[in-house]
């Protein structure tokens, strides 16, 4: 079981980058995805969800209306499309993995995680 986050990197204010988190060894359609971030110093927070039924997405306050989070089930891929970058934004990211259960925005109660993925908004 592994999941595999990938796309970060150096990207100035307002600008814009896309995370995927590809999935091996588990059924990945009856999986709810989260996307956590975790700046230096600081807990790990929730950042999106998107749920393995319907595809309900949900955001952290502090993301809406820039990110988007989606998924493909004939991939094994969750994404996240990050527009408008800030400063704030830079941590590294978490995708996270739950069965059959709706997104939460606690760390607790995700079955596995991928190795993160470092984020830098920077001029």
């Known amino acids: 079981v592994q999941l595999q986050a990938s796309g970060g990197g150096l990207v100035q204010p307002g600008g814009s980058l896309r995370l995927s988190c590809a999935a091996f060894?588990?059924?990945?359609?009856?999986?709810?995805m989260g996307w956590f971030r975790q700046a230096p110093g600081k807990e790990r927070e929730f950042v999106a969800g998107i749920s393995w039924s319907v595809g309900t997405t949900y955001y952290a306050d502090s993301v809406k209306g820039r990110f988007t989070i989606s998924r493909d089930n004939a991939k094994n891929t969750v994404y996240l499309q990050m527009n408008s970058l800030k400063p704030e934004d830079t941590a590294v990211y978490y995708c996270?993995?739950?069965?059959?259960?709706?997104?939460?925005?606690?760390?607790?109660?995700?079955?596995?995680w991928g190795q993160g993925t470092l984020v830098t908004v920077s001029s």
């Open positions: 996270a993995a739950r069965l059959l259960k709706a997104v939460v925005v606690s760390t607790v109660g995700y079955d596995y």
């Open positions: 060894g588990f059924t990945f359609s009856s999986y709810s």
